[in-house]
């Protein structure tokens, strides 16, 4: 694991989607809790990740802090009980089957981005956005309008 993290910080660059940190201001601004679930170890995720971007998450789980990571539930279950949220009350944005697969173990709204990967990949998530503008666009509109998705 720690030869990975080295190798993944030493070839990738963090960037995030066009729109991510206006949408996280805004969400900041209405008063939406957000969570942030990563496959990602915290080392990595520290090293890689601005505290600019993880600064906007009331609770970060990484793949390292439980025992089971993706594709099981755990992860989501975990981030729903550090936001004090019943899982109605919450829904995952993911770009991956694996988080999908755990997002809907968990019992939640998942909602799937098919910027990384197509959305034949996808298929298991709930709705499916072709890039994260198109989705951050109507969940601030919904939120703006007293309305959650």
Same mark, same amino acid.
Not at 64 to 75: E, N, Q
């Given at each position: 694991?720690?030869?990975?993290? !080295?190798?993944?910080?030493? +070839?990738?660059?963090?960037?995030?989607? &066009?729109?991510?940190? &206006?949408? *996280?201001? /805004?969400?900041?601004?209405?008063?939406? +809790?957000?969570?942030?679930?990563?496959?990602?170890?915290?080392?990595?995720?520290?090293?890689? !990740?601005?505290?600019?971007?993880?600064?906007? @998450?009331?609770?970060?789980?990484?793949? =390292? $802090?439980? #025992?089971?990571?993706?594709?099981? #539930? =755990?992860?989501?279950?975990?981030?729903? +009980?550090?936001?004090? *949220?019943?899982? &109605? %009350?919450? @829904?995952?944005?993911?770009?991956?089957?694996?988080?999908?697969?755990?997002?809907?173990?968990?019992?939640?709204?998942?909602?799937?981005?098919?910027?990384?990967?197509?959305? #034949?990949?996808?298929?298991?998530? =709930?709705?499916?956005?072709?890039?994260? %503008? =198109?989705?951050?666009? /109507?969940? $601030?509109d919904e939120l703006r309008r007293g309305r959650?998705?």
């Amino acid at each position: 694991v720690q030869e990975k993290d !080295a190798l993944f910080l030493e +070839r990738f660059s963090f960037s995030l989607y &066009e729109g991510v940190k &206006e949408f *996280l201001s /805004e969400c900041t601004s209405l008063g939406v +809790r957000l969570g942030l679930v990563t496959a990602s170890s915290a080392a990595r995720l520290n090293e890689s !990740a601005p505290r600019s971007f993880t600064d906007h @998450f009331s609770v970060i789980i990484t793949g =390292d $802090c439980l #025992p089971r990571g993706k594709p099981h #539930p =755990d992860p989501y279950l975990a981030g729903t +009980r550090g936001l004090y *949220l019943g899982r &109605e %009350q919450v @829904f995952a944005v993911e770009n991956a089957p694996l988080g999908i697969t755990a997002a809907k173990a968990a019992g939640l709204h998942c909602v799937a981005l098919a910027q990384t990967l197509g959305r #034949p990949f996808l298929r298991e998530a =709930d709705c499916t956005y072709e890039t994260f %503008q =198109d989705f951050a666009v /109507e969940f $601030c509109d919904e939120l703006r309008r007293g309305r959650s998705m």
